[in-house]
């Protein structure tokens, strides 16, 4: 079955990095594209980043472009997000996802926390 799993989220302080995997297993990772979502406390889940299967077409939502960057390793079925020069209102729980045999997949999120 398909599974994502998550990893890499913590409370820190405004101003640092972070890196973020998503362990993918249960499909032809290479074959699929992938993406980080986030949802802050009260808000709707909201897009982040996408990655196409080679890797070599990525975009961002506008709160995050020129700070964060998601990479994907085909060989490790895992991806990445880099999270850099992080601020308060990057607070959430980030998720990957992924769409595998016409469903909408998601991991359990890790929880980001961004505090002074």
């Known amino acids: 079955q398909v599974q994502l799993v998550e990893s890499g989220g913590g409370l820190v302080q405004p101003g640092v990095s972070l890196r973020l995997s998503c362990a993918a297993s249960g499909f032809t990772f290479r074959a699929v594209d992938m993406r980080w979502y986030r949802q802050a406390p009260g808000k709707v889940r909201e897009l982040v980043a996408f990655i196409a299967t080679t890797g070599d077409s990525t975009s961002y939502s506008d709160s995050v472009k020129g700070r964060f960057t998601i990479a994907r390793d085909n060989a490790k079925n895992t991806i990445y997000l880099q999270m850099n020069s992080l601020k308060l209102e990057d607070t959430a729980v980030y998720y990957c996802?992924?769409?595998?045999?016409?469903?909408?997949?998601w991991g359990q999120g890790t929880q980001v926390i961004i505090s002074s």
């Open positions: 996802h992924a769409f595998v045999f016409v469903r909408n997949y």
